[in-house]
């Protein structure tokens, strides 16, 4: 089965970076646009970037463009999201999530489309 396994999350003070990874298994890897989502307690989850299943398209929420970046690793099977310049209105639990040959900034951006889903890793930025 389809399994997505996030790490990377922990404490880093403000202006830092972390790099988040997506490991992801039991699925054909190129064929699938490749998002990250976030969610801050209390609040819905959150579209934060994305990259399509081809071509190595991203999009961006504009709260990071900038200062995030989303890479994929086709021969890891591995999707990537390096965060700089690290806001307190970042921490949330970050999620990565896929999308079978998705391509559009409509069809990436939109929670609804997204097949599966890892268990998420937490982000806190303070000092």
């Known amino acids: 089965q389809v399994q997505l396994v996030e790490s990377g999350g922990q404490l880093v003070q403000p202006g830092g970076s972390l790099r988040l990874s997506c490991a992801a298994s039991?699925?054909?890897?190129?064929?699938?646009?490749m998002g990250w989502f976030r969610q801050a307690p209390g609040k819905e989850r959150e579209f934060v970037a994305a990259i399509r299943w081809s071509g190595h398209i991203t999009y961006y929420a504009d709260s990071v463009k900038g200062r995030f970046t989303i890479s994929r690793d086709d021969a890891k099977n591995t999707v990537y999201l390096q965060m700089n310049s690290l806001k307190p209105e970042d921490t949330a639990v970050y999620y990565c999530?896929?999308?079978?040959?998705?391509?559009?900034?409509?069809?990436?951006?939109?929670?609804?489309?997204?097949?599966?889903w890892g268990q998420g890793t937490q982000v806190t930025v303070s000092s």
């Open positions: 039991g699925l054909t890897f190129s064929n699938y646009a």
């Open positions: 999530a896929t999308q079978k040959f998705g391509i559009t900034s409509g069809q990436l951006m939109s929670i609804t489309r997204y097949d599966y």
